[in-house]
Each structure stands twice: as C-alpha cells, then as structure tokens.
C-alpha cells in the first residue's frame, strides 16, 4: 500500500524565517506534486516534480525531489504571512496514472 | 490554463435525499477524471476514477453503490450520492486528465461542500 507521510503537520513561523517540509512516499515513483490550499478553497497547483534531483523554484517556494530516498522537500525562504495555507504533496499510483495519493497536509501559519 | 469547474459549490440536503455534483472540463476534453472527498482539517482522499464511456473504478472502501458516478461525455462527469447521510458531509473535489504535447496534466475543480442535514 503506497503511504505518503509529511512532516511537520503543523508549522507556526515568524516572517523572515526559513523552513522545510519534507514529504515520504512508501513506493516507488517518479511523479510527485506539491499543491497549496486555503481555507475553504480547491487545490492550487505549485510543482511537479518528474525526474531525480529534480528542483522547481516559484518565488520563496522551492520544491525537490529524491527518488532513491522516496524523499521530496518543500523550502520557504524569508517566509510572508501570504503562504500561511496549507500545503500537500501527492504521488502518482503506478507512475502516471492520475490516480494520486495524498499526504496529510502541512498547515503553514506565518506570524508577522 | 485548462479550467474545471463543479456545481453547485456548496449544497445542503437532508438525511435520505440524493444529490447529484457535475464536474465539467471546461476548455479541454478529458477521458478521465477522478472524485476526491476531503473531511475537516484532514487530507484528500481519492474515491474513484471516472472513465468515459464505461464503468467507474471505485477506491477500496468506496460503496459504488452509494456514490454513483458517470462519465457521460468527455467534458462531464457526475457524481451522486445515494440516500445522504450526516457522515457524508464533505468538500468533494474532482479532478480531470488533460492530455498535452508533453504528456498529461490534471487539473482540480474548486470543489462541492456538501451538508447533510
């Protein structure tokens, strides 16, 4: 059974700061995605990951990925109190199915 | 970017009712599309996937029977819940499969809150 794990469920960070969040998946796989989510909203798209040591950058947000370690990770830098959401990862069944599993979610809350 | 939208956005029904959620791509054709439900504070769950022109394939410990899904066309999927109950209430969230130059991308619509009175 494919697990996908993140850590920390919960993060509480001061503006400025740096952190990461870190996601595990139990099977292999080459496709992982990262997605952020308001409260009360839908899924917005933030990378897609296909390959080994592969790394995406949007502004403060940096994504990579390690297929040999079933590791991805997720980098804010000089965190702003506009990524306060909630952030999954979700990993692709049998390779490129569509069918994605979900990891619990990482709830970012950033302090002014 | 490839949009999908679902109605109704939000739909308060009570115990014993059935009602039906559509999810539309709405500028592209999409032969698959998948049901999410998301409870409170928790993550999203995949409840099925919905393929045009045949039968969905349902997620262990998903009753087909109770959440039926049809995949009428290739920019409509819909998704009815059977005799509501409270524990049924949730965001249900769909997701369609675009097919591009590079490969495939999905796109998630804004989702369904359900109340089950």
């Known amino acids: 059974e494919l697990k996908v794990e993140q850590n920390p469920l919960f993060l509480s960070m001061q503006e400025g700061k740096n952190y990461t969040i870190y996601c595990n998946y139990s099977?292999?796989?080459?496709?992982l995605y990262w997605y952020r989510q308001d409260p009360g909203k839908s899924l917005e798209s933030l990378f897609v990951?296909?390959?080994?040591?592969a790394v995406k950058q949007e502004g403060r947000l940096m994504a990579s990925l390690d297929t040999k370690a079933r590791l991805s990770t997720l980098h804010i830098t000089a965190a702003v109190h506009d990524l306060s959401a909630t952030y999954f990862c979700?990993?692709?069944?049998?390779?490129?199915?569509?069918?994605?599993?979900f990891g619990q979610g990482t709830t970012l809350q950033v302090k002014p | 970017g490839a949009v999908v939208s679902q109605h109704p956005s939000w739909v308060i029904c009570k115990s014993g009712t059935s009602v039906k959620i559509e999810c539309r791509s709405l500028?592209?054709?999409?032969?698959?599309m998948f049901w999410y439900r998301q409870f409170p504070k928790q993550s999203l769950m995949l409840m099925a996937t919905?393929?045009?022109?045949?039968?969905?394939?349902?997620e262990q410990g998903v009753e087909k029977d109770k959440f039926l899904i049809n995949h009428a066309s290739l920019t409509l999927s819909t998704l009815t819940v059977t005799s509501a109950h409270p524990e049924d209430s949730s965001f249900y969230i769909c997701?369609?499969?675009?097919?591009?130059?590079?490969?495939?991308?999905?796109?998630f619509g804004p989702g369904t809150r359900l109340t089950v009175t």
């Open positions: 919905s393929n045009e022109g045949s039968k969905a394939t349902y």
């Open positions: 099977t292999t796989s080459d496709r």
């Open positions: 990951l296909l390959s080994n040591g």
């Open positions: 979700a990993v692709d069944i049998l390779g490129n199915t569509g069918k994605l599993i």
């Open positions: 997701s369609a499969r675009a097919e591009l130059a590079g490969g495939f991308e999905q796109y």
């Open positions: 500028d592209f054709q999409a032969t698959t």
